[in-house]
């Protein structure tokens, strides 16, 4: 079993995206006043600089969860991988839209050590109300739930 989910960021219509056009803008005038001087070369590479940004943040990809024959990944989680050997139990939990899977571990104390600031104190207040596991929403994995449990049931039980 091996599923990728890669999101793609956002068009290049963000804050960063706008400052590189505009060092863009700005080396390329620059280059233009000093076209027949030596530093028309400093001006061409602020020029190539900013177009590769540009071009990053047009086409980059982040992954987003991967579900392998090692464990799960899940960047929004912010714990590194779960390993298989490490789920006491895997339950579903589909609620309108969204669809999620929901690790209980059997020790889940180095997962929670991964975890800072604001997620920790999310997870542990989740934790507080009775939410033993780590859930992972997996409705942007276009699979049947029902297979992918059993998949992970598999993985689980060994």
């Known amino acids: 079993m091996y599923i990728t989910v890669v999101q793609k960021r956002k068009s290049a219509v963000g804050a960063g995206s706008f400052l590189f056009f ?59 991988k779960i390993k298989w ?31 800072k600031g604001k997620e920790r104190e999310r997870v542990l207040y989740h934790r507080g109300l009775g939410f033993q596991g780590f859930n992972i929403d997996v409705s942007p994995v276009d699979v049947n739930l029902l297979e992918l449990k059993k998949l992970i049931d598999v993985r689980v039980g060994r």
């Open 85 to 115: 050997e490490d789920v006491a139990e895997v339950q579903l939990q589909v609620t309108e839209e969204n669809r999620f899977l929901c690790f209980r571990m059997r020790n889940p104390e180095p997962y929670l050590a991964r975890l």
């Open 22 to 80: 505009m060092l863009l803008f700005m080396s390329l005038a620059y280059s233009i006043s000093v076209y027949k001087t030596k530093m028309v070369w400093f001006g061409l590479s602020a020029c190539l600089i900013s177009l590769s940004g540009i071009l990053h943040a047009v086409w980059k990809k982040e992954l987003l969860m991967q579900i392998d024959d090692v464990g799960i990944y899940d960047r929004r989680l912010g714990i590194g």
